[in-house]
């Protein structure tokens, strides 16, 4: 672990240590009607989870561990995907939930007994936002500039963002490796110059004081960033004029209880990543991802 | 141009004479405070468009060509497109709306005088469906669960079928071109597949009777994929079983006037894409899909 990241990963630490992803599995374990098909590793998955904590909503917190069983790595897991046959023996209800076997899923059985399945991380976001009630995760529909600003700073997030973060970490040479930090950071510093400014209350969301989709849609990797990126390739945000922008957005949403009651513990989630820093990673989501050359 | 697609072909110059697109972009080049920033050419500002004849909303459309002027190439412009600059100076409103050059493109000048800008297609459309009075292109609110099917298919559109299709016209060798039409073919099917059966009054929308988003995502293509993939690389879409849902589905979509009333002229379309056919395509759009494995 390079040196100038050890302080922030203290303060993750810290961060974990008041508020418990953990702690909200185990309150969300009993069975009801409504159920997130999760896993405490997945950011993708995180994000739905936090739309869920951020509604107040009563719901089921389904574990799926979706990758093959290797003593040998730490948590037991290694990152090869099971194949679709085992993971539809496994969890089938998951499954009929999501047919490509990704995180996250949402099955919601409704008073009638239809029963709602709903797949793909920010589809299920934004269900969470219509089917729900709760603080509204987007702006209202009396402002359809500011709710088409969320969606386009979304669909940003999810090709010029977090590819590169899935890039930074799989690329063998030192080369390749400091050309995605550059395009990860680029794409970081584009996004913070959309942000509104921090608002005269301290509201620092990308909106400032509204908390919705586009925050949601990136913070699960914000948290990466300084736990993996950080103890894997010496990834560092950096400070100062733009940049601070950006740090206290990062701070307001890892603050917020919704999205700090989602957050796992680091030291574990580092681990998780061994497979990834040694090039040998190969879950869907990394592979996919990765391969894109936008 | 082979056999097999000179009838589909004849039936899409029928189908332009009937309706055109030329004649609606004469019919809207009066001033209006909603403008559309599009081109003739470009399926994804086709989207926009329909979004906003399926609304019947009054607006500009403001004819945009992004393309460097080629004396030697049908219609006078290469594929090349003008540097950013060269767009900012010819076009300083649009490139206000759409920060990347990209088309589409939405200004919308509100009572107030305040402005709204928009871009990125299917956020465009989205807008259009939020901002304006009209013919709902979503299913209601109160079914949240048909609108997420609504936007899982959406993703799947951009992400699993209109790349092959550029893929398709840009490979060079005989193997790669029949490895993306067979892609280009998988991803329609499994979209047939997931098609609501047509409706007993003869709906045969993606959702049956509703004329939704989904329809709007991919209908530009589904013109082109008879027109320029079976043309340039005799392209066809087979019969029988499920892929008659499909071929439903398309005449639906180009049948319904708003859908009409922006196909142009078909011949000038494949005059148009006589730089990909040789290989020599370079538009962004073009060059970013084919880019991407997944």
Redesign the interface.
Request: a positive charge.
């Given at each position: 672990m390079s040196g100038p990241h050890r302080d922030e990963i203290g303060a993750l630490v810290l961060l974990c240590a008041m508020v418990s992803g953990e702690e909200t599995i185990e309150k969300r374990s009993a069975k009801q009607p409504l159920r997130l098909f999760c896993g405490w590793f997945c950011p993708f998955a995180q994000r739905a989870w936090i739309a869920l904590e951020e509604k107040g909503a009563v719901y089921e917190y389904v574990a799926i561990e979706p990758y093959q069983e290797d003593a040998s790595k730490p948590g037991g897991y290694s990152k090869n995907p099971l194949p679709l046959e085992e993971k539809r023996r496994r969890y089938p209800e998951f499954m009929a939930s999501s047919p490509k076997g990704l995180l996250p899923a949402i099955e919601?059985t409704q008073a009638d007994g239809s029963v709602?399945?709903?797949?793909?991380s920010?589809?299920?976001v934004?269900?969470v936002e219509?089917?729900l009630d709760g603080p509204s995760l987007m702006p209202l529909?009396s402002r359809?500039?500011a709710?088409?600003k969320v969606?386009?700073w979304c669909?940003y997030i999810g090709e010029k963002i977090i590819p590169h973060f899935y890039r930074l970490l799989m690329r063998e040479t030192a080369d390749e490796r400091e050309a995605e930090k550059k395009s990860l950071l680029d794409g970081l510093l584009c996004l913070a110059q959309a942000m509104d400014p921090v608002s005269a209350d301290g509201g620092a969301f990308f909106l400032g004081d509204e908390f919705t989709m586009v925050d949601i849609a990136l913070c699960p990797w914000w948290t990466r960033f300084r736990s993996i990126a950080g103890t894997y390739r010496g990834f560092e945000v950096p400070r100062g004029a733009t940049w601070d922008r950006l740090h206290a957005w990062g701070d307001a949403c890892e603050n917020r209880p919704s999205v700090a009651r989602t957050i796992v513990d680091q030291s574990r989630l580092i681990a998780n990543y061994t497979g990834y820093a040694d090039s040998s990673a190969t879950s869907t989501v990394a592979q996919?991802l990765a391969?894109?050359?936008?």
């Open positions: 919601s709602h399945r709903i797949y793909e920010m589809v299920c934004e269900y219509e089917a529909r359809p500039e709710r088409a969606r386009i669909a996919t391969a894109k050359t936008t």
